[in-house]
């Protein structure tokens, strides 16, 4: 076995081991940090047929203060790094976004997006597409995020990352095949194990009685928690929470 075997083989068998989505961050964190990076930002979801965000879920590790400035303003927000993974899988470097702010192509929320990353100094990092596949009259994506510490020089890490890209690039690959997506968009929903247990059986087409039997509960209590978990993913009917969790891969 060659080196470069060897380190694919040893990366797969730490990512092994990861039981959750902070599992598969807690050592990518590790692996990652030889190469400078310390925050991760990962995100799927699913796109319509015309190519509009039907949703999407995240799991961060990005830094408490900034990822809540993000989250706060979030309805005022477009993430160039999102849009640019959508239409290629060339990896997006984070010191292009002081030239894309002045594209014609960027809206007031792109660059809204932009001045945030700016102020919180994150200007090394790269972003990866990892998936874009087909799934039902849409497409499901997810990509993630590498990035160094605030005030790290863009140039520098440009240059390290041409040099390590294969490596770097296959942490990646072998990260994001770790984690669950099911899990990621349970939680971007937060559901509790029990509405997750009636969304579920839902899908298999059960009525309401008989998920009420099955889990060995009264009636009004799974009506109960079927309306908890419509009112979370702000479904309209149990048939639309079905959809919506087959998209998103809930279940």
């Given at each position: 076995m060659?080196?470069?075997?060897?380190?694919?083989?040893?990366?797969?068998?730490?990512?092994?081991?990861?039981?959750?989505?902070?599992?598969?961050?807690?050592?990518?964190?590790?692996?990652?940090?030889p190469?400078?990076?310390?925050?991760?930002?990962?995100?799927?979801?699913?796109?319509?047929?015309?190519l509009?965000?039907?949703d999407?879920?995240?799991?961060?590790?990005?830094?408490?203060?900034?990822?809540?400035?993000?989250?706060?303003?979030?309805?005022?927000?477009?993430?160039?790094?999102?849009?640019?993974?959508?239409?290629?899988?060339?990896?997006?470097?984070?010191?292009?976004?002081?030239?894309?702010?002045?594209?014609?192509?960027?809206?007031?929320?792109?660059?809204?997006?932009?001045?945030?990353?700016?102020?919180?100094?994150?200007?090394?990092?790269?972003?990866?597409?990892?998936?874009?596949?087909?799934?039902?009259?849409g497409?499901?994506?997810?990509?993630?995020?590498?990035?160094?510490?605030?005030?790290?020089?863009s140039?520098?890490?440009?240059?390290?990352?041409?040099?390590?890209?294969?490596?770097?690039?296959?942490?990646?690959?072998?990260?994001?095949?770790?984690?669950?997506?099911?899990?990621?968009?349970?939680?971007?929903?937060?559901?509790?194990?029990?509405?997750?247990?009636?969304?579920?059986?839902?899908a298999?087409?059960?009525?309401?009685?008989?998920?009420?039997?099955?889990?060995?509960?009264a009636?009004?209590?799974?009506?109960?928690?079927?309306?908890?978990?419509?009112?979370?993913?702000g479904?309209?009917?149990?048939?639309?929470?079905?959809?919506?969790?087959?998209?998103?891969?809930?279940i």
């Open positions: 060659n080196t470069q075997s060897y380190i694919l083989t040893d990366l797969s068998a730490k990512f092994a081991a990861a039981r959750s989505a902070a599992d598969s961050f807690a050592i990518l964190a590790d692996v990652a940090r190469f400078g990076y310390t925050r991760f930002h990962y995100t799927q979801g699913y796109l319509n047929q015309d509009t965000l039907f999407r879920a995240a799991h961060s590790r990005m830094g408490a203060e900034y990822s809540a400035i993000i989250d706060a303003n979030a309805h005022e927000l477009a993430d160039p790094l999102i849009d640019h993974c959508l239409a290629s899988d060339r990896p997006k470097m984070w010191s292009e976004l002081a030239t894309d702010y002045h594209s014609p192509l960027m809206t007031e929320k792109h660059r809204k997006k932009i001045n945030i990353v700016n102020d919180y100094g994150l200007r090394s990092g790269v972003t990866f597409r990892m998936r874009r596949t087909r799934y039902g009259n497409w499901f994506y997810a990509g993630i995020s590498f990035v160094q510490e605030p005030g790290e020089s140039a520098e890490h440009d240059r390290a990352y041409l040099e390590h890209a294969a490596h770097i690039s296959k942490i990646a690959e072998i990260a994001v095949t770790s984690m669950n997506v099911g899990d990621i968009s349970r939680q971007r929903y937060g559901l509790s194990a029990r509405e997750y247990d009636v969304l579920n059986l839902l298999e087409g059960l009525q309401v009685q008989q998920i009420a039997d099955r889990l060995s509960l009636d009004r209590t799974t009506a109960h928690h079927l309306a908890a978990m419509r009112a979370k993913m479904a309209r009917s149990n048939a639309q929470a079905v959809a919506m969790a087959m998209r998103m891969q809930v």
